[in-house]
């Protein structure tokens, strides 16, 4: 059987969820699904649609607000009364804070990151992206049940998830959670002060990378930006070394665009970026490294140096 | 305040990545290296912990002899001492045996806060902080933008996806992983690098390392997905034909 843990906050599932579910249905065994919280009854009905075996829910009050001690402690006791032969998770910031601890209590291996799940004979190898996405490597886990798997965030499809004929079972497991054995006190969520550029209603982007090399190039980005009617953006060193602004950020941890047009200069393209923009309709890469991941999903690309690349683009638009 | 910072040393992203004959590694044997960039950020913090609370830092690194590159530059950028468990086989283990070797390192070392990067650039695990955190019996938080350490314990700006924050305290130790960006990174000075030379790196050696828990079967490139229409030609020329095309084809230019 294979043990989906399912993610959610303040009752809101993570639809990270069902792309996890997918993986699991298309794996070949049973799926459960675990769902853990406080008051979580609607995300259990929710859940239930998908053709599942069983959705299992620990419901506690000391699970209301996630803490990693609180989350290792519940799914300890779950994976003991379940005896999955396999434990899939989004491989979201929440599933990456508890997972390897969870793994590494239970002396379990923990594959992070898959994009696929291949079946070699006998054994399961699980494809996961290493050395930032530009190279890939297939990996086989070692040792006994259950395997830990998390599944990268875009990589298996929501809407390939198979619902059942009819819903299926809710089943409440009897966890008893340690209230003071949680050593993380967590405060309510919060967003920094309102960003002051919404670059998701932007029609266009121009967005750098690294391969911008300094703060005295970006004036170059922007000329393009403007002869073409787009925003400037940026990948996250950028706005980490204080070129941009953080609101500038695409990505994971910045803003998700979807514009008509996106050109990315001088990026790499590493997942945490292509999850905030591979949503754009035409997507254009200008990158020196003919391997960078960038053009996998690129309608256009040019292999060159930007720095020639983007003077002559500028000219051509003025013309 | 005593803290350690993990570091790991790691090829550089100009690098032009070569596969090895077994397909099972990367032909690292003539390759540059450098700083886990996350890493960078946690060592950084840690010396800015330092200068508002007093303590030591100490660099803690598991590899093979050539990670003394990462450990020097740590120690010129500020660290007062290092640890370095030093084997070859740990430049390609899986995260629990990383994180057991680290554990023999900092066994000794009664330390108030581990910091590690959050992710590692070449096997991307994300796990071996927070598993060294649980072979510490410590407790952890992950992908950090904030440290207050001027209480009794923590409390520390954990980073959610989308722009989201949340602020969580925790006793102290602890280990935390830190995500980059969390502060600005200084490089080291001429006298850091001289002062260097006379800290102490502590050589531990390698745990017997425990059963493997993955193991990397095949390495390649990736597949291209996308049907993407390459363009060639001279910078001039790249760039006309592209420009046309997004008039003409992709119509997503304004008119
Ligand atoms: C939890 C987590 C969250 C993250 N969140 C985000 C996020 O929200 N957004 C984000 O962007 N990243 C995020 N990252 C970081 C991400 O993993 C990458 O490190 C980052 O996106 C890399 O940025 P880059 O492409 O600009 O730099 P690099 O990877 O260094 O790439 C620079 C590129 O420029 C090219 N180049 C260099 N010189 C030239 C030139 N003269 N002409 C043309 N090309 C050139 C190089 O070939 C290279 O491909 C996150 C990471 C983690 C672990
Ligand atoms: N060999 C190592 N030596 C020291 N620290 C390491 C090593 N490998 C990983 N780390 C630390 O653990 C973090 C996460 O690495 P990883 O789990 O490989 O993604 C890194 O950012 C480092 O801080």
Known sequence: MILVVAEQRDGTLNRATWETIAAAQGAGDQVTVVVLGAGVEAVAREL???????????????????????????????????????????????TRDFAPALAARLERPLV???????????????????????????????????????????????????RGAAPAGIEPMAVSIDAAAIRQHPEAPFKE???????????????????????????????????????????????????????????????????????????????????????????????????????????????????????????ELKK | MKIAVCIKQVVTREWQLRVNDQNTWIRDQDASFELNEPDAYALEEALRLKERHGGEVIVCSAGPARVAQVIREALARGADRA??????????????????????????????????????????????????????????????MEVDASGDGLRVKRELEGGWFQWIRLPRPALLTIQSGINQLRYATLKGIMAAKKKEIRKVAAPPAPPATQRIVTLA???????????????????????????????????
């Open chain 1, 112 to 162: 992070t990151d898959c994009v696929a799940i291949e079946r070699d004979g006998d054994r399961t190898v699980y494809v996961r992206p290493v050395f930032q996405g530009k190279l890939q490597a297939e990996v086989v886990a070692e040792g006994p049940a259950p395997h830990f798997v998390t599944c990268q965030i875009g990589a298996f499809r929501a809407d390939a998830v198979r």
């Open chain 2, 221 to 255: 490139f990736p597949e291209k997905g996308k049907q993407t229409q390459m363009i060639p030609g001279s910078a001039a020329q790249a760039a006309q034909t592209l420009v046309t095309r997004l008039r003409e084809e992709a119509r997503v230019l304004p008119s």
């Open chain 1, 193 to 315: 002060a309102r960003q002051a550029v919404d670059l998701s209603q932007a029609e266009r982007i121009v967005a750098v990378g690294r391969g911008i090399k300094g703060p005295e190039h970006l004036e170059l980005a922007k000329q393009l930006a403007a002869a073409m009617g787009a925003e400037l953006a940026a990948s996250r060193p950028i706005c980490d070394a204080g070129w941009l602004p953080m609101d500038r950020q695409i990505g994971s941890s910045g803003q998700t665009v979807a514009p008509k047009l996106y050109v990315a200069l001088g990026i790499s393209g590493a997942i945490q970026h292509l999850v905030g923009m591979k949503g754009s309709r035409t997507i254009v890469a200008i990158n020196k490294d003919g391997e960078a991941p960038i053009f996998e999903v690129a309608d256009y690309g040019i292999v060159g140096d930007l720095f020639e690349v983007v003077p002559a683009m500028i000219a």
């Open chain 2, 83 to 144: 640890v370095h468990v030093e084997s070859d086989g740990l430049a390609t283990a899986d995260a629990d045996a990383v994180a057991a070797a680290l554990a023999v390192a900092l066994r000794d070392e009664r330390v108030d806060l581990v910091l590690t990067g959050l992710q590692s650039d070449d096997q991307g695990f994300g796990q071996v902080g927070v598993v060294l955190a649980e072979r510490l019996g410590f407790p952890h938080a992950t992908i950090i």
């Open chain 1, 48 to 94: 239930a649609a998908a053709d599942v075996a069983a959705v299992r829910v620990v419901d506690a009050p000391a699970l209301g607000m996630y803490t990693a001690d609180g989350y290792v402690q519940g799914l300890t006791a779950v994976i003991d009364g379940l005896a999955p032969a396999r434990v899939f998770l989004p491989h979201t910031y929440q």
